[in-house]
């Protein structure tokens, strides 16, 4: 017998199959999933065994020195499952293994392998029988439930592998929707995945959970620690536990039987992995329903525009949760144009509306969120009177401002232009190069506000205060009034005296140079919005913004999801962004920059030929961060209609192109961060 082995090592030279021969002694042990320890060249070297073989076409294999795992660590679906990954976002084939194997396989693997023991033989006292299936009791559902129930009742029974939008605004029911299907399916011996971004994964969420799933469930995200999660992939692969709950990772969680995925807040960029392989959940999800004829439920309240059109189209089915099960009805939006306050005279942060409301608030007792987008750090040009920013011609973008050479560049295509010292449209001076940051926002408030509690929730004060749950209980238990915040607080905060929220500058969210910009600006103010008046007092928000034309604030403003699809599809269309066309962005970097533009170019003068008419290829550009860690970057765009054509292309170029000692290729298929 022989064994297809690849190496643990993530190298270009060695993303092959090697071929060994299995010794008599090894025969029981060396098995598909098998971790085993080989010659290689001169050295030794850890693989892993993902084939079994009569016969070789090699001539002199060499023998398995040993196995070095006590279990297989995985199963031949997992290895197809692999294969598939690293087809589809060209990746090696190692990386794609890796993420189908329990956690911290590899370096770790000795020590986990005997925590994993010692667990074992502490859960022996409690034996229970397989027939019984204690779970916690349902909610009587409300017809609109009962209605989204029968829907997916009908694909799971047809075992249709059918993705199912469930589209409900948050509060109308989607989680007890989700429970629901999920218990039915467990007592049928069946399994599920349930996939939140990180930041939804909070205590109050697992409780819930908990509550009702007891032992059957286990949890997955990247805060355990790796010992804790091998342990639960090890319940999850025995099928000790039938449910998963968990983050972007979790989707390759072993669970037997899967006849369900949800994913929650489907948009959310975090279901993107932006380490090889860097594959997008839902994609991964809807690859796993297909195999499996499961069925995928992607639940949310401003589903991302990809989703919303196969909706549309017919592609999924889709079930509506309308209204809130309280009944309790969405805040009123009021947008603030903040070019009135510097024509009055108003230079600060906070409009007067704003001041005037969280004076209000504050001498009602009651508690407020200001918020601002983290994301909007970046530096774009925008005039301070009349909201104007520059954007590409090409790409309708927003244009980047490179500090060093004093220029406005594109990040999608080759366009750059001058940075003007007066704005284009209306020739006042006011224009400026933006960023405002929390401080700013809490030193204002100290200084208006002088008697106000202030908690500011970032990056910087989260590392000293330990997790932001920590900061929201406090929050939560009154020791503060004001929270100011970046998109930490826009989600699993529910706090009852929280009355007023205050976006203070909407506008930076999409002056990002990405085509998603607005659709992120949207489904970011309706998150937050969502944040105000959640039980017996009623809520207001108010957002400041130097764009309140702009079609994303207008619709957030009316909580009108589908007023924004309708515009925004329209313009993806126009300039041929997804789901019309689909992007592959390959980004070439190195320390000399003439060998970097050098293979740029190489790489792109060969994409074009393959690719010939089906792709527009864009590029190569300096990004969005034209330099990074001493490494120049190059971007090559690919927008194409035929993805496959264009990946052979891809794949092929990191074939046939001669690569240059020193510069670095890393190709995104469908990338979600295009800078
Ligand atoms: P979503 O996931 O859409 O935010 P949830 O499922 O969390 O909505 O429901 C919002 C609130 O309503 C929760 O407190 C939940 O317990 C409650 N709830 C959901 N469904 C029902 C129901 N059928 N009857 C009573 N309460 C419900
Ligand atoms: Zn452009
Ligand atoms: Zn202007």
Known sequence: MYAEVVLSRVSKDIDKIYHYSIPHKLKDKAQIGAQVLVHFGARKDIGYIIGLLEKSTVKKTKDIIEVTSDFPLFTKESVNLARWLSDYYLSFFISSLRAVMPPGTGAKEKTSLKGKKKKKKSRVPSPKSKEEVEIGEPLQATPEQRKALDLIFESLKKKEAKTILLYGITGSGKTEVYLQVIAELLKQGKGSIVLVPE???????????????????SILHSHMTVKQRNFEWLRIAKGESQIVLGTRGAIFAPVKNLSLIVIDEEYEITFKQEQNPKYHARVVAEHLSKEKGAVLILGSATPSIETFYKAEKGEYKKAILPKRIDDRPLPPVDIVDMRQEIKAGNRGVLSRKLK?????????????????????????????????????????????????????????CSFSSEAPIICPKCQSSSIRYFGTGTQRI?????????????????????????????????????????????????????????????????????????????????????????????????????????????????????????????????????????PFKKLINVLVSGEEEKKAQKLANDLLKFIEKRTGSSSGVLGPVPPAFPKIRGNYRFQILLKTEDLNKARKAVAESLEKVVRLQGVRVSVDVEPVNML
């Open 442 to 578: 809490e030193q204002e408030v100290a200084e208006t506000f002088p008697r106000a509690k202030i908690i500011r929730v970032d990056r910087d004060t989260v590392k000293k205060r330990g997790s932001h749950e920590v900061i929201f209980a406090a929050f939560k238990e009154g020791k503060a009034n004001v929270l100011i915040g970046t998109q930490m607080v826009t989600k699993g905060l529910d706090v009852a005296k929280v009355t007023l929220v205050g976006v203070v500058a909407a506008d930076t969210a999409f002056n990002i140079p990405d085509f998603r910009s607005s659709e992120h600006t949207f489904q970011l103010l309706t998150q937050v919005a969502g944040r105000a008046g959640r039980h017996n007092l009623p809520g207001k928000v108010i957002i400041q913004t130097y764009n309140p034309d702009h079609y994303a604030i207008r619709h957030a403003s009316k909580h009108d999801y589908e007023g924004f699809y309708n515009e925004e599809i329209k313009l993806r269309e126009d300039v041929g962004y997804p």
């Open 199 to 217: 930041i939804s994964l909070t205590p109050q969420l697992v409780e819930r959970f908990r509550d009702r799933f007891k032992d059957h469930i």
């Open 356 to 412: 005037e409301e969280i004076k209000e608030t504050l001498s009602r007792r009651e508690q407020l969120i200001l918020f601002l987008n983290r994301r909007g750090y970046f530096t774009f040009v925008m005039c301070r009177e009349c909201g104007y920013t520059v954007e590409c011609p090409r790409c309708s973008v927003s244009l980047v401002y490179h500090s060093k050479e004093r220029k406005l560049r594109c990040n999608h």
